[in-house]
C-alpha cells in the first residue's frame, strides 16, 4: 500500500493489521511483489528493491536508476523474478534481471498512449517453454500483450505483442490477473474480464493473420 509519503505500509489480509512498514528514498507510484519477501518499488525514475520479512529488519538490497522518464508501471515474474517496468512520455519497456535490477532488454511499447498498468505472468507456450507475457493497458484503454521472452532484443517482443481497445464506459484504473482471469477495471466501476488472456490473444492474432493472408489470395486473383 502506497501514498504520497515516503513510505508502504504492508498489511496482512488474513489478520486485518499492519505487518511491515517500508521507508522508501521518495513518494512510491508503483510496487511489485517479486516473491513472498521481496518487494520492487518505483519512484520516479528509480527502483528500490527491498527485503521485508516477517518478525524480521527491512533491508534495502539495491537501488538504481532505471529510465530518463518516470515510471509509471511495473510488474514481476513468478518463474524467475524477473522485472517489467514501463515508463510515461517515452513509453519505455524495460527487462529487468531480479536480483540487480540490471536492464536486461528494452522496447518502445507499440501503444498509442502512456502505459498506466501493467501485470504479467508465467505461461507454456506451444512449444511447451515457459514464456513471461505482460499485459499493458494504456490510458486510453488499449490493451495490449507482450512476449519478453524472447531471444532477440527488439523483434522478438514487437511480432508476438497483440492488443485491443477495451470498450469499456470509463476509462480503466486498474488490471490484475487472478487464477487465469484478466480483470480490467473502469473509472466508473465496470468490470470487464478475459478468460485465458493469453490464448484470447494468440488465437485473435490467428484469425486477424488468416484474415490478412486471405485478403493478399483475393487481390492476387483480382489482378
Given at each position: 500500500m502506497h501514498g504520497l509519503s515516503n513510505t508502504i505500509h504492508v498489511y496482512s489480509i488474513?489478520?486485518?493489521?499492519?505487518?511491515?512498514?517500508?521507508?522508501?528514498?521518495?513518494?512510491?507510484?508503483?510496487v511489485c511483489w517479486r516473491d513472498d519477501e521481496t518487494i520492487v518499488v518505483a519512484e520516479?525514475?528509480?527502483?528500490?528493491?527491498?527485503?521485508?520479512?516477517?518478525?524480521?529488519?527491512?533491508?534495502?538490497?539495491?537501488?538504481?536508476?532505471?529510465?530518463?522518464?518516470?515510471?509509471?508501471?511495473?510488474?514481476?515474474?513468478?518463474?524467475?523474478?524477473?522485472?517489467?517496468?514501463?515508463?510515461?512520455?517515452?513509453?519505455?519497456?524495460?527487462?529487468?534481471?531480479?536480483?540487480?535490477?540490471?536492464?536486461?532488454?528494452?522496447?518502445?511499447?507499440?501503444?498509442?498512449?502512456?502505459?498506466?498498468?501493467?501485470?504479467?505472468?508465467?505461461?507454456?507456450?506451444?512449444?511447451?517453454?515457459?514464456?513471461?507475457?505482460?499485459?499493458?493497458?494504456?490510458?486510453?484503454?488499449?490493451?495490449?500483450?507482450?512476449?519478453?521472452?524472447?531471444?532477440?532484443?527488439?523483434?522478438?517482443a514487437l511480432k508476438e505483442r497483440h492488443s485491443l481497445n477495451v470498450r469499456s464506459r470509463s476509462r480503466i484504473i486498474g488490471i490484475c490477473l487472478e487464477k487465469n482471469v484478466l480483470y480490467m477495471l473502469g473509472q466508473n466501476g465496470d468490470l470487464d474480464a478475459i478468460t485465458s488472456p493469453y490464448d484470447f490473444f494468440t488465437e485473435r492474432r490467428k484469425r486477424r493473420n488468416g484474415s490478412e493472408e486471405n485478403e493478399q489470395k483475393r487481390m492476387m486473383m483480382d489482378d
Open positions: 488474513d489478520k486485518e493489521t499492519e505487518s511491515r512498514v517500508v521507508h522508501t528514498y521518495g513518494h512510491p507510484q508503483a520516479n525514475k528509480q527502483l528500490s528493491q527491498f527485503y521485508i520479512p516477517t518478525g524480521g529488519d527491512t533491508v534495502l538490497m539495491n537501488h538504481v536508476n532505471v529510465a530518463t522518464s518516470n515510471i509509471s508501471a511495473l510488474t514481476c515474474f513468478a518463474s524467475n523474478g524477473d522485472v517489467v517496468v514501463c515508463t510515461e512520455s517515452d513509453r519505455g519497456v524495460f527487462l529487468l534481471s531480479a536480483r540487480e535490477l540490471r536492464i536486461v532488454k528494452r522496447w518502445r511499447a507499440p501503444i498509442r498512449s502512456t502505459v498506466v498498468k501493467c501485470v504479467g505472468e508465467s505461461v507454456k507456450g506451444a512449444d511447451k517453454e515457459v514464456q513471461n507475457i505482460a499485459y499493458l493497458c494504456g490510458d486510453d484503454n488499449e490493451l495490449l500483450m507482450f512476449n519478453c521472452s524472447g531471444k532477440e532484443e527488439k523483434d522478438s
